[in-house]
């Protein structure tokens, strides 16, 4: 019996293992959908964005894509007669940070290359899911990703998720202290024997964190299923609350948060609000106890083989997509908030200071947990770069 299939869903870690086996074994459309039962179809019916999307044609371009990789992504000569084609794959909406420096990164490229360049911007996971997508760029079937700091640890270079260390930046200003000096470089050098060149970081912001009941001392947390991206980090950050972490693709979280697979998750404001999380969360918490961005980048050898001229202007535009993405992150997660707010959807809680000392008291251990996997050299060079006190003197409640 095929797990997910005919096995009773009724309980969540059923129905949570039959996601994971359905994400590993087979796309979205197929024959699961017509042996389901009514009750399956409910869990197995893809949210309303995947609903529009034609499956077979996207299915077919995947295939399509993947085919042509091998042979054509890596030939100079292809450069030599029509526009260079990139096509930039990401998993957000359109009226994200990142959705909105893609976009205007695919514009620029135009321009400054005189239409030379030809960037095809893929949103909403609609080519390829999180891990699919760090695969198929490395095979040269896309040519451009942006995806979150969390998910390069797949690629064995763990040390990103120092970023995911909960905590560790207090604001902007820390952050890109970390991104635009020596740390950052250092992280994105790494890449290249991956097959991969990083070209720049990109903001989104700090995270809030959901469930259907309010989330307010640490116990609130004590036995939440809470989605995670894949980082042992994030992963020892909800243990540290008590919360059961369970990693799923960002496609996959609004519907499991629907179906009650999972009874709750972290991300900032934008990428709750545009995925309609907050319609299936009844409450949430801007906790901030942590950041989500993005490292942009390419396939090393496509990048290696354009000609310079152009991939100076790739360069030019990036700059400026760059500007653009940190420029609009920190209002687009204040008005995604703040529609959070007026949709009466989701309560939201302000923490007090108190209740984010406490929380604070549990998850700072866990950036000595993780030393060992992500390098102590670079913590302490994050702690340096932005002045980070290990773990600094909090006032503990009276007994
Ligand atoms: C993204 O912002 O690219 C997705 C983040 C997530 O997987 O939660």
């Given at each position: 019996m095929q797990p997910g299939v005919n096995e009773p869903m009724n309980n969540p870690q059923s129905r949570l293992q039959a996601l994971k086996n359905r994400r590993q074994s087979r796309p979205m459309?197929?024959?699961t959908m017509a042996a389901a039962s009514a009750p399956e179809k409910q869990f197995l019916t893809p949210k309303r964005e995947d609903t529009m999307r034609p499956p077979t044609s996207v299915n077919a371009l995947?295939?399509?894509?993947?085919?042509l990789a091998v042979s054509a992504a890596f030939v100079p000569a292809a450069f030599a007669e029509g526009p260079i084609v990139i096509k930039f794959s990401h998993v957000v909406a359109s009226d994200t940070p990142k959705g909105k420096a893609a976009e205007f990164f695919a514009r620029r490229a135009g321009e400054l290359t005189k239409g030379r360049v030809k960037v095809e911007v893929y949103l909403n996971s609609q080519l390829y899911k999180d891990k699919e997508e760090i695969e198929a760029l490395q095979l040269g079937s896309v040519q451009m990703l942006a995806p979150s700091l969390s998910k390069f640890a797949h690629l064995g270079v763990k040390?990103?998720?120092?970023?995911?260390?909960?905590?560790?930046?207090?604001?902007?200003n820390d952050l890109h202290a970390v991104t635009s000096g020596p740390v950052g470089r250092k992280l994105l050098q790494k890449l290249e024997s991956r097959g991969i060149t990083?070209?720049?970081?990109?903001?989104?912001?700090?995270?809030?964190?959901?469930?259907?009941k309010p989330l307010k001392s640490v116990s609130d947390y004590k036995g939440l299923r809470m989605r995670i991206q894949p980082s042992k980090v994030l992963d020892a950050q909800m243990r540290a609350v008590g919360a059961l972490p369970q990693v799923l693709a960002f496609s996959e979280t609004y519907q499991a948060l629907q179906t009650r697979v999972v009874d709750g998750t972290e991300n900032p404001p934008s990428n709750l609000y545009t995925q309609?999380?907050?319609?299936?969360?009844?409450?949430?918490?801007?906790?901030?106890?942590?950041?989500?961005g993005y490292a942009v980048v390419v396939n090393k050898k496509f990048?290696?083989?354009?000609?310079?001229?152009i991939r100076a202007a790739l360069t030019q535009a990036m700059t400026e997509a760059?500007?653009?993405?940190?420029?609009?992150?920190?209002q687009d997660n204040l008005e995604a908030l703040n529609r959070i707010k007026a949709s009466g959807k989701s309560t939201v809680h302000e923490p007090t200071m108190e209740e984010r000392r406490q929380l604070m008291r549990a998850m700072l251990p866990v950036h000595q947990q993780m030393a060992t996997r992500i390098g102590a050299q670079t913590i302490a060079e994050i702690y340096q770069a932005t002045?980070?006190?290990?773990?600094?003197?909090?006032?503990?409640?009276?007994?």
């Open positions: 459309w197929d024959s995947r295939r399509g894509l993947l085919a040390e990103f998720e120092a970023f995911d260390l909960p905590f560790i930046f207090n604001d902007y990083g070209l720049a970081y990109w903001d989104n912001g700090f995270k809030v964190m959901s469930a259907n309609k999380m907050h319609e299936v969360q009844k409450h949430l918490s801007t906790t901030n106890h942590g950041y989500l990048w290696d083989g354009l000609p310079g001229n760059t500007q653009v993405a940190n420029d609009t992150a920190f002045g980070f006190k290990p773990l600094p003197a909090l006032p503990r409640p009276a007994p």
